[in-house]
């Protein structure tokens, strides 16, 4: 079978939920002529009238969104940059998360709202950011950040049936580097549950989105020095499977934790947080993060962005000197 | 009530569907329009209101009135910790709301919204346990401070304490209503002050290139907190805005009941029915401070105040019906007096009901799915 990319995943899993639930409609900036990543190419024609073109306004989109998914339908917003969603962080903060709980559940709102995240793409300051941290604080929003084109396919099916918002995090850099025979079986991804991707017992390492990728290409390489790791791949930040980390932690004592983030009050800061706090007489070293500097953003000259992100080569120096700690 | 004000004025009624009509000097007319013209046209005596109407309307605002003292006095015997009310724009509320059709038609209020409220269905004995953060508040069970309402059964939308965050949650409900072809109409309000919000512009803007069924409504008291008009905007009329965005503004006296619903009813049943959105300013005044936590001394003439308390919208309303002999006083009085009695038991009743457990604040972070 051929394989499948993780745009082409996504860009399927949508054609093939609007036929099956005319509840569903999409809305973004440039969505009716496919959007800019092509996420939506051919889904105005085949379903008139429920691709929606938004004005540019991010707090617009994510507003409007809440109040057809109160209504009852079930909208699918694509914010064209994860960068520009903080417009509506205030719609995504103070309303969507609290929608549910504020009316102790008489009402709740099945809405998605997907968005390309993460660099490695030129893309500068505004085009190449970590948002997760923000949004996976927000109780009340489920954060779902998925690797491979088959559970970008499971979680968006999962997304668009859970009843509350769900912010679909795309890795921009894998839309077409990634494939996959979506026929290759490695079980049915589902919300709130991480996956061991590679199993070894010198130490773990964590990921998500791209460095996921580069993480098991690390641990590739350090499998040929006799260096075996564990590769865990969250899948879903927001509510975080705290079982699988543990178990990984407890099994290996070493744990790595990769993110493209800036490394302060990132995503990983939590995962730590926790390990420290439930695995610790299981450690065998300090929990180690690799993450970008804390400076503002990635800078845009590729001598800069390579010096910002983490890539399987710095993934494999910081797993050689944390396995011989 | 009693006899008709019309027939006591010597104008003949007919024996079915009377119609009754506030404005005296459009009585005349409106019966002969009615005659002649087909239904399906908007004509005035479409939006008359009958003597119920006009009973309903005056009840309304006088509970709503009523109820907010009521609560702020619980608030000095330090019963209710917080108290932002309605007081003085009673007639823009009740107008606006009686202009709708209750159960079907959504609306997402704002804080000041009491009246709005009642005349959708919440009883004095809700308001109350809303006050208090009880329990069984059906707006929020104890998680939102006073006035935050929200009830689905009612086409209520849930709303924050951040300003105009619900301009665009009823665009999307419009939206999702012309998508379904719902023949349903959504009514939103806000302060004056909220305008400036880049969701009320948003919010606007999306409607009007959608021609989606919205009403914004805009209550302008004259006051965000301590700022007056002239330091939140640099125009005259918040309605003026409208024609920047391509839909219809309208500025009514939001000190007239009558007026308030003679303008949305017509708007609501056009936008229904595919007209597109409206944008109405309901000119009134913020009778009371802020909040129960505001001294409006301080910024505030004292002398302005006095000024728009004689144009109090349930006098200046008692005024007209009585003056155009619809009610006689004793009529008005029996309401008020019912009202009285059940704003006393609704806060003694409430009073007693039980608290929220403290794990409570664990439940509903999320809807579980199926």
């Known amino acids: ?81 994860a960068d520009f969603i903080h417009s509506a962080f205030d719609q995504l903060c103070s309303e969507a998360s609290r929608w549910c709980y504020r009316t102790s559940g008489d009402a709740h709102l099945p809405m998605v709202v997907r968005t390309p995240w993460g660099g490695g793409v030129h893309g500068g300051q505004h085009h190449s950011q970590s948002i997760e941290a923000y949004y996976a604080h927000m109780p009340g929003i489920k954060v779902v950040a998925p690797s491979f084109p088959a559970d970008y396919r499971s979680l968006l099916k999962a997304a668009i049936a859970d009843p509350n918002p769900v912010l679909f995090l795309e890795h921009k850099r894998t839309y077409r580097l990634i494939k996959q025979d979506l026929a290759e079986n490695r079980g049915e991804a589902r919300i709130g549950k991480a996956r061991v991707t590679r199993t070894g017992s010198d130490l773990t390492i964590v990921a998500y989105g791209l460095m996921l990728h580069e993480s098991l290409a690390a641990a590739e390489a350090l499998a040929s020095e006799g260096i075996e790791c564990t590769v865990v791949d969250l899948l879903t930040l927001n509510p975080l499977d705290h079982e699988t980390l543990l178990e990984a932690a407890k099994a290996t004592g070493k744990v790595l934790i990769v993110y493209e983030d800036t490394l ?11 390990i420290a706090e439930h695995a610790f007489e299981y450690l065998d070293a300090p929990v180690r993060r690799l993450a970008g500097p804390d400076i503002p953003s990635m800078p845009y000259h590729h001598a800069m962005e390579d010096f910002f992100m983490p890539n399987r080569e710095k993934i494999a120096e910081a797993a050689r000197s944390l396995a011989a700690y | 009530m009693g006899r008709s004000g019309f027939e006591r004025i010597g104008i003949h009624v007919p024996t079915i569907s009377p119609v009754r ?48 003292e009521r609560m702020l006095a619980l608030n000095r015997q330090g019963r209710a910790p917080f108290v932002i009310a309605g007081a003085g724009q009673e007639a823009a509320q009740v107008g606006a709301a009686m202009a709708l059709t209750k159960g079907v038609d959504y609306v997402a209020p704002y804080y000041r919204d009491l009246g709005m409220n009642l005349v959708l269905g919440m009883t004095p004995r809700e308001a109350m346990l ?40 009823a665009a999307g409900i419009g939206l999702a209503a012309k998508l379904r072809n719902d023949p349903i109409v959504v009514l939103t309000s806000c302060g004056e002050g909220s305008t400036a919000k880049g969701d009320f512009h948003e919010a606007l803007n999306f409607a009007a290139i959608h021609k989606l069924p919205v ?85 505030r003439p004292k002398s302005e105040l006095e000024e728009w308390a ?24 029996e309401i008020e007096q019912r009202v009285d009695q059940e704003v006393r038991d609704a806060a ?23």
């Open chain 2, 310 to 333: 004689k144009k109090d919208p349930i006098k200046v309303f008692r005024e007209r019906v009585v003056s155009d002999s619809i009610f006689p006083p004793e009529d008005l009085d």
């Open chain 1, 264 to 274: 302060t009050g990132g995503f990983g800061a939590e995962l730590a947080a926790i």
């Open chain 2, 348 to 370: 003694q009743w409430a009073l007693m009901q039980p608290d929220p457990e403290p794990e409570d604040a664990l439940g509903f972070v999320y809807k579980e799915l199926g």
């Open chain 1, 1 to 81: 079978m051929a394989e499948t990319t993780v745009i082409e995943a996504i860009r399927s899993t949508l054609e093939e939920e609007m036929a099956l639930d005319d509840r569903i409609f999409l809305i973004g900036e440039d969505v009716e002529a496919g959007g800019v990543f092509r996420a939506t190419d051919g889904l105005s024609k085949k379903f008139p009238g429920r691709v929606i073109d938004s004005p540019l306004a991010e707090s617009g989109i994510v507003g409007i969104s809440i109040g057809a998914a109160h209504y009852g339908l079930r909208p699918i917003a694509e914010i064209q940059f």
């Open chain 2, 215 to 299: 009403i914004f409504f805009v209550e302008n008291n004259g006051y965000a907190i301590s700022e007056s008009t002239e330091k939140e905007m640099p125009v005259p009329h918040v309605a003026d805005r409208g024609r920047g965005y391509g839909l219809r503004g309208q500025v009514v006296d939001g000190m007239d009941a009558i007026a308030v619903y003679q303008t949305v009813k017509p708007a609501a049943d056009q936008a229904r029915r595919g007209g597109g959105p409206f944008l109405i300013e309901a000119k009134c005044y913020r009778l009371w401070p802020h909040s129960s936590d505001d001294d409006d001394s301080r910024y």
């Open chain 2, 130 to 169: 809303n006050l208090l953060g009880k329990r069984d508040d059906p707006n929020s069970h104890g998680r939102q401070m006073p006035s935050h309402w929200g009830n689905t059964a009612r086409k209520v939308v849930t709303q924050s304490s951040v300003v105009t965050t619900q301009f665009l949650h």
């Open chain 2, 21 to 68: 009509c506030a404005n005296i000097a459009q009585v005349a007319a409106a019966v002969t329009t009615r005659a002649r013209k087909p239904r399906s046209h908007d004509t005035v005596s479409d939006y008359l209101l009958n003597e119920q109407q006009l009973e309903d309307m005056y009840y309304h605002m006088i509970l709503a009135r009523r109820l907010n």
